[in-house]
């Protein structure tokens, strides 16, 4: 008989709360999965009896195509709800918009929420798994999980890796979420951007902090672009993009001229072209891009299926 | 504990070879031929037929895969934890191929049952048989028969077939356990 195993929680709800052999589960479960999905037959039949909940309070494009891909592949039925569509505006709340879908017989939840903790306080109050697809400037763990299994695939362990994250660390999820599994995973991470873009608390991780893009770039052996996201800038955090482009944009030019010959270009996308990274850079021969994209699916499935055997937590 | 020894060395190696001569005997032509092999427990099996075979053929090229049926069993979320998947490795088309099936031992057809799903997955080959190294008669809850047949058994539910296949390939035997629950 094979090997029994499972994870050491009912939820993803952050990176922060799993062991790393979760991760490690998490990354070989996703490697049976990667053969998957480049079969001619891209379907395996082992969620046929699970419905799946893409619970959507915020926009969302890929990962949520990315989940409900990876939750089809797994033959899981699959309903999608999204907030601009629902009675969220006419007052509902959090838990009874949950408790409404979960009463039509629905097993997992997989909620994007611009609030940060909306999925723990949902887990302590339904009685189903919760995946966190994203809150707020929290954590997004399945982006963290499929960051670092494409890294892993590029460089191998990544024990002692110096890795780099760069541009809007304050609004992001993905930088948080990165940073401790990253850690987990034994390499040294730290973050680069505008001072006004950096939270105050990221000394307290055991991040560093660098201003000089051109230093930090010197130090890293892989490079995490982050995108500025317009759509949170409410006050003026920088100039013009114009400057912020000049100071922390990534260009071959830059790559030469601080001498670096080899390095690994993530980015999480979606990609501002020509602002925080040039085009050139984002399709060069550095760039694992793409790689994080398909990477996503096999991750999600291997989250799912892992969630979703565990018969004690049904 | 009552061990009992269903197969030793020697005869295991008689059976061995015998199940090539009999896959051998019915099929001739090795070109379209594929040993497919069930994880984990089967891909041992699975490579000594095809070592055997291909002396006997004197062919070269006979396919063999190895297939993990994980993803495509009917008792998940029917038990406690996860099973951890093996690796899947059939780097050729099966479509129109005849295909030979391999697993250890054959108990409630189940595993089998799911080995089909995956397979057909893959292609549509022009036949699929079934090896078994042992066949636990009367034990069956699918209607899943072998073709191939090292030993045919007849042994009570909860007893245990074990089938060990030893490092320098000098000491594998297929033995019987029962478990006194007291």
Same mark, same amino acid.
């Given at each position: 008989?094979?090997?029994?195993?499972?994870?050491?929680?009912?939820?993803?709800?952050?990176?922060?709360?799993?062991?790393?052999?979760?991760?490690?589960?998490?990354?070989?479960?996703?490697?049976?999965?990667?053969?998957?999905?480049?079969?001619?037959?891209?379907?395996?039949?082992?969620?046929?009896?699970?419905?799946?909940?893409?619970?959507?309070?915020?926009?969302?494009?890929?990962?949520?195509?990315?989940?409900?891909?990876?939750?089809?592949?797994?033959?899981?039925?699959?309903?999608?709800?999204?907030?601009?569509?629902?009675?969220?505006?006419?007052?509902?709340?959090?838990?009874?918009?949950?408790?409404?879908?979960?009463?039509?017989?629905?097993?997992?939840?997989?909620?994007?929420?611009?609030?940060?903790?909306?999925?723990?306080?949902?887990?302590?109050?339904?009685?189903?798994?919760?995946?966190?697809?994203?809150?707020?400037?929290?954590?997004?763990?399945?982006?963290?999980?499929?960051?670092?299994?494409?890294?892993?695939?590029?460089?191998?362990?990544?024990?002692?890796?110096?890795?780099?994250?760069?541009?809007?660390?304050?609004?992001?999820?993905?930088?948080?979420?990165?940073?401790?599994?990253?850690?987990?995973?034994?390499?040294?991470?730290?973050?680069?951007?505008?001072?006004?873009?950096?939270?105050?608390?990221?000394?307290?991780?055991?991040?560093?902090?660098?201003?000089?893009?051109?230093?930090?770039?010197?130090?890293?052996?892989?490079?995490?672009?982050?995108?500025?996201?317009?759509?949170?800038?409410?006050?003026?955090?920088?100039?013009?993009?114009?400057?912020?482009?000049?100071?922390?944009?990534?260009?071959?030019?830059?790559?030469?001229?601080?001498?670096?010959?080899?390095?690994?270009?993530?980015?999480?996308?979606?990609?501002?072209?020509?602002?925080?990274?040039?085009?050139?850079?984002?399709?060069?021969?550095?760039?694992?891009?793409?790689?994080?994209?398909?990477?996503?699916?096999?991750?999600?499935?291997?989250?799912?299926?892992?969630?979703?055997?565990?018969?004690?937590?049904? | 504990?009552?061990?009992?020894?269903?197969?030793?060395?020697?005869?295991?190696?008689?059976?061995?070879?015998?199940?090539?001569?009999?896959?051998?005997?019915?099929?001739?032509?090795?070109? !379209?031929?594929? @040993?497919?092999?069930?994880? +984990?427990?089967? #891909? =041992? $099996?699975?490579?000594?037929?095809?070592? &055997?075979?291909?002396?006997?053929?004197?062919?070269?090229?006979?396919?063999?895969?190895?297939?993990?049926?994980?993803?495509?069993?009917?008792?998940?979320?029917?038990?406690?934890?996860?099973?951890?998947?093996?690796?899947?490795?059939?780097?050729?088309?099966?479509?129109?191929?005849?295909?030979?099936?391999?697993?250890?031992?054959?108990?409630?057809?189940?595993?089998?049952?799911?080995?089909? !799903?995956?397979? @057909?997955?893959?292609?549509? +080959?022009?036949? #699929? =048989? $079934?090896?078994?190294?042992?066949?636990? &008669?009367?034990?069956?809850?699918?209607?899943?028969?072998?073709?191939?047949?090292?030993?045919?058994?007849?042994?009570?539910?909860?007893?245990?077939?074990?089938?060990?296949?030893?490092?320098?390939?000098?000491?594998?035997?297929?033995?019987?356990?029962?478990?006194?629950?007291?």
């Amino acid at each position: 008989m094979s090997r029994m195993t499972s994870l050491s929680t009912k939820h993803l709800l952050g990176i922060k709360d799993i062991t790393l052999e979760d991760i490690n589960l998490i990354f070989q479960t996703a490697d049976n999965f990667k053969e998957v999905i480049n079969r001619p037959i891209k379907k395996v039949p082992s969620l046929r009896d699970v419905t799946i909940a893409n619970v959507f309070f915020e926009n969302s494009t890929r990962t949520k195509l990315s989940f409900e891909l990876a939750e089809k592949r797994l033959s899981a039925d699959v309903i999608n709800f999204s907030a601009s569509s629902s009675s969220v505006k006419k007052g509902e709340s959090l838990v009874d918009t949950v408790s409404n879908i979960l009463a039509m017989k629905v097993d997992m939840v997989v909620m994007r929420h611009p609030n940060p903790g909306a999925h723990i306080h949902l887990a302590r109050h339904v009685d189903c798994s919760i995946i966190n697809a994203g809150d707020g400037a929290h954590e997004h763990p399945t982006q963290a999980l499929l960051d670092a299994y494409s890294l892993r695939e590029r460089v191998g362990d990544l024990k002692g890796l110096k890795i780099l994250i760069v541009g809007d660390i304050l609004h992001s999820r993905v930088a948080l979420s990165n940073v401790f599994c990253l850690q987990k995973l034994g390499a040294e991470v730290r973050v680069c951007g505008p001072a006004t873009l950096i939270p105050k608390h990221m000394e307290s991780l055991g991040v560093k902090v660098m201003l000089n893009f051109e230093e930090a770039l010197k130090w890293c052996d892989v490079v995490n672009m982050l995108r500025i996201q317009m759509e949170r800038q409410d006050i003026q955090y920088f100039p013009t993009l114009r400057e912020y482009t000049m100071q922390y944009g990534l260009s071959r030019e830059l790559l030469y001229k601080v001498g670096k010959k080899d390095i690994v270009v993530m980015h999480p996308g979606p990609i501002n072209r020509g602002v925080e990274i040039t085009s050139d850079m984002a399709d060069s021969e550095f760039s694992i891009i793409l790689d994080q994209v398909e990477n996503g699916v096999a991750i999600r499935m291997a989250v799912l299926y892992l969630l979703a055997g565990d018969a004690s937590s049904n | 504990m009552d061990i009992r020894t269903l197969l030793d060395h020697t005869a295991l190696s008689q059976t061995l070879d015998r199940l090539a001569y009999q896959i051998y005997e019915r099929h001739l032509d090795f070109e !379209d031929v594929a @040993l497919v092999s069930l994880q +984990p427990r089967g #891909v =041992e $099996l699975g490579r000594r037929v095809h070592e &055997r075979l291909k002396k006997l053929s004197g062919e070269e090229m006979i396919h063999h895969g190895e297939l993990d049926i994980t993803f495509y069993r009917d008792d998940f979320r029917r038990r406690d934890g996860v099973l951890v998947p093996a690796k899947t490795n059939l780097d050729f088309s099966i479509e129109g191929k005849e295909i030979v099936l391999i697993d250890d031992v054959l108990f409630t057809g189940r595993t089998v049952r799911s080995g089909l !799903d995956a397979l @057909l997955d893959f292609g549509r +080959p022009a036949n #699929v =048989e $079934l090896l078994v190294l042992i066949d636990r &008669r009367y034990s069956r809850e699918l209607p899943v028969q072998p073709d191939y047949t090292g030993r045919t058994v007849d042994v009570v539910k909860d007893e245990r077939v074990q089938v060990e296949w030893s490092e320098n390939d000098k000491n594998n035997r297929v033995t019987l356990f029962s478990e006194q629950n007291d």
